[in-house]
């Protein structure tokens, strides 16, 4: 099926097989744009071509069409819109219109008694085609293809010049999704353009039905340009992509009116289901043959068999989605599908194949492509990758005649262009109610609503296989005329999103008006969540891995809630809630701290372990603790498996403590199912502690495949003294971040309770009382440690021009920000500490309980101080010990300082000295009359 050659003419590449030519560094976007239906006769278009504005709008009056026209002055690259770093343009505001044109010639390749068609893969908004000075066409919508049969008025054997005039309204009654009010929008061409060779008579169109009971894919086939009762048959082809064999039907007609309809059903032997963990498909080709059995088209393309639906399992009393017949619980993000260098368009194809490898690495099954009808291309590594799809048709900002006539052509083009894909499971008609008017207003508008249910029904008309939703919805206003009863919600903050998903969930059911306009009830409809998080889209750009955790754990524990979607797989622009940065580097989410090697996968995969906890128990030492636990089953792992955990973290020292060790339980799950498992029990250390406790689940050879974690944190009811004597030859003296006497920064800050910190170059000085009856036991060492990292001001925040008070960046191992601590002790320097960062991730236990600067946190710094005579002879004196923490002027790039105490950051510790004596310490250490606090000696 897969053949791959280039042929270099010109500015023109003509290309063969759906991934031929994919590294071809000559023409950017070089892969056929369309592998779900493909010629192999065809030349691509993309790359330079000359390109003008037209801010007047003068260009048509003007003649910019005619070759030879003056004025096109400058050089873009197609298909990147004219916003977009790619496109060589970059001009983000303001441009309305711009015009393009380039040479070509046809391929001598494409047959001279074949017809030549231009296609374009999406123009936005308005495109006007000239060839060689004459009108071809016009196409409205900025998401959808169209193309010309430009025969006869192509050049077989010179050069043909193209033009293309682009408008680009951005207008809030036509259909433009987040482009407006939220990012960067894309303006002109950003799909392929290409010609082909077609025949005259040929394949317009086609649909794969597959079933599954019994194995067999329909196929329907519309034929134009045949004439009134000459005989056609259609030939089609398949076998699987992997392994197996090829087979093959015919069917034979006399053709009618135009255009002509074949229907043919292959039966598929020993068939391979399509599944997100197998994605089988089969390739197929399309052969129509005339009267003297001659091949006259043929077009190539591959299925997938599979069907969705809804409807109840077993005996419960509501429904599921199911996929092939059995429950699916749906794991998918919200995915924008925009991009840093080529925003709506991916820079690459390999580009859009990791964006699927990266929702699968992520423990995903889905993607909710949001408001976007995207590349064809994207929605064919959907096919390969076992990725399902929720398609989201772009909304209008405003509600009248002309927006709707609008949204439904752009809805009818798109459904029409994707219903092949077997990785689409559900259309999504509308989003939060954007474009049909107020929310408030909508739920009494009867017309908008009947309108709305007109467009669920238009959806179902063009494609009866899959699942409609009306309205992915946050303001509780569904029809009846949906598949899905779905809702939004971001609550950061676990009593508030409990009790919300608890009341959902209570309020599901036959009969209720819950989630529905005002005079409408529910039915038994699947209930998914299709937007969630903890940080929304003006959440700033902060932590997600708290929320995340927690919020997914919430959602798992209740059966009736058939799946998710988490906003979002990557960050975009300003919006900071990714599973992965926008330029698609990976996050680092601090998990593996408390259990090596787990990331966000273990928590987003078909099989879950829970707690039904906050994120975090907090309690006084010794307390006895009992966890609620439960399970949750959507894998086809036919074992029982075992739930093996354990209890550890640190004390106020910084050691590791292994407070229960491991232990393994046996649990009898069910099979699309939540099971609640008998809770566990243990008792807390008697110490300041903040750990985890470890929840696992482990398959027969105890290889874990599931995992979550419960913060555990231990506060003593009184603070500890801040002078403790531990042992005979040891003292302990704890002081506060903001107990330093002086500082000096590069740039000052304010920080928030718990922690202090300067920007640049500077330090503090503390100035630490020592009671003067130490003297007397000889002290001969100082061990330091504390908690420390670096500080930027805005340097790691992604959209830095975007200012929320609540930035406080994810860790990002891409883009650390350095700095040098030197650590003094009466005005000698005892170490140089390199701090890697100014991190913020799930190790910031105690700054995301704190609601401090979400997550962040720093890394123990600990060291040894020899004291020396003149040291003790301070002590003696009652003169304060001078510590200073320094970034010093020649510290690396990056630079900053923050110290944490015990109500912050990771370690449940204040910065502490612990004074070692060589003979044994007094009973009677005279702390009432020395402070052995920090002295304050001014700013």
């Not at 929605?379 to 076992?386: K, M, P, S, V």
Request: charged fraction near 25%; proline fraction near 8%; hydrophobic fraction near 35%.
């Amino acid at each position: 099926m897969i053949r791959a050659s280039l042929v270099c003419l010109g500015l023109v590449a003509f290309v063969t097989g759906p991934d031929a030519n994919a590294d071809s560094p000559a023409i950017p976007r070089p892969e056929h744009p369309r592998p779900d239906a493909m010629r192999t006769r065809w030349a691509n278009l993309n790359g330079s071509w000359q390109f003008r504005f037209d801010p007047q709008d003068e260009g048509q009056n003007a003649g910019w069409e005619k070759p030879g026209a003056p004025g096109f002055d400058r050089t873009i690259v197609v298909p990147f819109p004219w916003e977009s770093e790619l496109s060589g343009i970059h001009q983000v505001k303001g441009a309305k219109v711009g015009w393009y044109r380039r040479t070509f010639r046809v391929p001598a390749e494409f047959p001279k008694d074949e017809r030549v068609w231009l296609r374009f893969g999406a123009v936005d908004w308005r495109a006007d085609v000239w060839l060689n000075g004459k009108k071809v066409g016009a196409h409205e919508g900025g998401y959808t293809p169209f193309e010309f049969d430009v025969t006869d008025i192509a050049a077989r054997d010179g050069e043909n010049i193209l033009v293309v005039r682009a408008f680009d309204a951005t207008d809030p009654g036509l259909p433009t999704g987040k482009q407006v009010g939220w990012y960067t929008p894309s303006s002109g061409i950003w799909q392929t353009v290409w010609i082909e060779s077609r025949p005259a008579v040929h394949i317009a169109r086609f649909r794969m039905l597959p079933s599954i009971d019994p194995a067999r894919v329909a196929i329907v086939v519309e034929v134009a340009g045949a004439a009134k009762g000459g005989t056609l048959t259609l030939l089609a082809e398949a076998k699987p992509t992997e392994e197996g064999a090829r087979f093959q039907g015919q069917q034979t007609v006399q053709a009618g009116d135009e255009p002509a309809r074949i229907e043919l059903t292959l039966d598929v032997p020993e068939p391979k289901l399509w599944t997100p963990e197998s994605p089988n498909l089969y390739a197929a080709t399309l052969e129509l043959r005339d009267d003297r059995t001659k091949t006259i088209d043929r077009v190539e393309t591959y299925f997938g068999l599979r069907t969705i639906s809804k409807g109840k399992y077993g005996d419960e009393p509501f429904e599921r989605i199911l996929l092939n017949g059995k429950p699916l619980y749906l794991r998918a993000a919200l995915d924008q599908s925009f991009n840093p260098t080529g925003i709506y368009t991916a820079p690459d194809d390999a580009f859009l194949k990791r964006d699927m490898e990266l929702a699968r690495s992520m423990g995903l099954n889905g993607l909710r492509i949001h408001i976007k009808p995207d590349e064809p291309r994207r929605l064919y590594w959907a096919d390969r990758t076992g990725i399902l799809i929720l398609e989201d048709m772009p909304n209008t900002w405003r509600q009248d005649a002309r927006a709707r006539l609008a949204w439904e052509r752009t809805m009818r083009e798109a459904v029409d262009r994707d219903l092949n894909h077997p990785a689409i499971i559900t259309w999504v008609a509308f989003n939060e109610t954007w474009g049909l008017g107020r929310p408030a207003d909508y739920k009494k508008d009867r017309d908008t609503q009947r309108w709305v249910s007109d467009m669920v029904q238009a959806i179902r008309a063009i494609d009866p296989t899959r699942l409609v939703e009306d309205n992915s919805p946050c303001n509780y206003d569904h029809i009846v005329n949906t598949d899905l009863n779905s809702w939004h919600f971001y609550i950061d903050n676990h009593d508030e999103a409990r009790r919300h998903i608890q009341d959902v969930v209570d309020r599901t059911k036959p009969g209720s008006a819950f989630n529905y306009c005002p005079g409408l009830e529910q039915a038994s409809l699947p209930l998914i969540n299709s937007e969630y998080g903890a940080v929304s889209a003006g959440g700033g750009d902060r932590d997600i891995s708290w929320g995340l955790r927690d919020l997914t754990t919430q959602l798992r524990r209740h059966r009736k809630i058939q799946g998710f979607v988490y906003t979002e797989l990557t960050d975009i622009e300003w919006e900071h809630n990714g599973l992965a940065n926008y330029d698609r580097t990976p996050k680092v989410f601090g998990y593996d701290s408390w259990l090596p090697d787990m990331h966000p996968n273990e928590l987003l995969g078909a099989d879950f372990v829970g707690y039904d906890t906050p994120p975090a128990i907090v309690g006084a030492p010794g307390d006895e603790v009992t966890v609620p636990v439960f399970v949750s089953h959507y894998s086809d792992r036919p074992f029982q498996p075992q739930l093996r955990w354990w209890v550890t973290g640190y004390d106020d020292r910084a050691d590791i403590m292994m407070v229960v060790q491991p232990k393994s339980v046996p649990i009898k799950w069910k099979p699309y199912d939540v099971v609640t498992v008998e809770p566990i029990k243990f008792r807390l250390p008697t110490y300041p502690f903040v750990g985890a406790l470890i929840l696992t689940l482990r398959d027969p050879a105890n290889h874990r495949f599931a995992s979550n974690f419960v913060n555990i944190v231990v506060k003593p009811k009184h603070p500890p003294a801040r002078v403790q004597r531990r042992g005979l030859n040891d003292l302990l003296i704890r002081f506060t971040p903001g107990d330093f006497a002086r500082q000096s920064w590069t740039e000052k800050a304010k920080a928030p309770a718990g922690k202090v910190y300067g920007h640049g170059k500077g330090f503090f000085e503390y100035r630490i009382g020592i009671p003067r009856a130490v003297a007397k036991s000889h002290p001969e060492t100082i061990y330091y440690l504390f908690e420390a990292s670096s500080k930027a001001k805005r340097e790691r925040v992604d959209w830095p021009e975007r200012v929320n008070r609540r930035d406080y960046p994810q860790t990002d191992a891409a883009r650390q920000w350095p700095s040098t601590l030197v650590v003094s002790f009466n005005d000698r320097v005892i170490e140089r500490v390199p701090l890697a960062d100014d991190p913020a991730d799930a190790r910031g236990v105690l700054s995301h309980l704190a609601r401090v600067e979400h997550g962040s946190h720093g890394e123990l710094v600990d060291g040894q101080i020899t004291l020396t005579d003149a040291d003790r002879a301070r002590i003696a004196a009652g003169e304060p010990m001078i510590l200073r923490l320094a970034v010093p002027a020649d510290a690396q790039a990056g630079g900053g300082l923050c110290i944490y105490g015990s109500e912050t950051g990771e370690l449940p510790l204040d910065p502490t000295l612990s004074i070692h004596t060589r003979d044994p310490l007094p009973d009677d250490l005279g702390a009432g009359r020395d402070t052995p606090a920090a002295r304050r000696a001014g700013p």
